[in-house]
């Protein structure tokens, strides 16, 4: 079982940064990939951002591209998302979550344990 507690959220305005936490509780955090996801308002739950287990793969939403940077330090069992640029767009509940391996990074329903969010407002 692996509990997934992010942070970080809050809220800013548009063009400027946020980062973001996910504090894991797994006995050997580098067993797992980690993504972010997020949810807006009467929206599905759309990828943000993945990262391997050895921190060496990334992949990006079109939509963060060049805006946001994944990063985990396995050593401190944390995964970051640092967002810079944020724009109104970007508000949402964001969630941190983990899988021992996933098919397509990009699909929520590969993934296997969940944070419970925190929530990201960028005003205009």
């Known amino acids: 079982q692996v509990q997934l507690v992010e942070s970080g959220g809050g809220l800013v305005q548009a063009g400027g940064s946020l980062r973001l936490s996910c504090a894991a509780s797994?006995?050997?955090?580098?067993?797992?990939?980690m993504g972010w996801f997020r949810q807006a308002p009467g929206k599905e739950r759309e990828f943000v951002a993945y990262i391997s287990r050895g921190g060496g793969i990334t992949y990006y939403a079109d939509s963060v591209k060049g805006r946001f940077t994944i990063s985990r330090v396995n050593a401190m069992k944390t995964v970051y998302l640092q967002m810079n640029r944020l724009k109104p767009e970007d508000t949402a509940v964001y969630y941190c979550a983990a899988a021992r391996r996933v098919s397509d990074y990009a699909v929520a329903t590969e993934y296997d344990y969940w944070g419970q969010g925190t929530q990201v407002t960028v005003s205009s």
């Open positions: 797994a006995r050997t955090f580098s067993d797992y990939c």
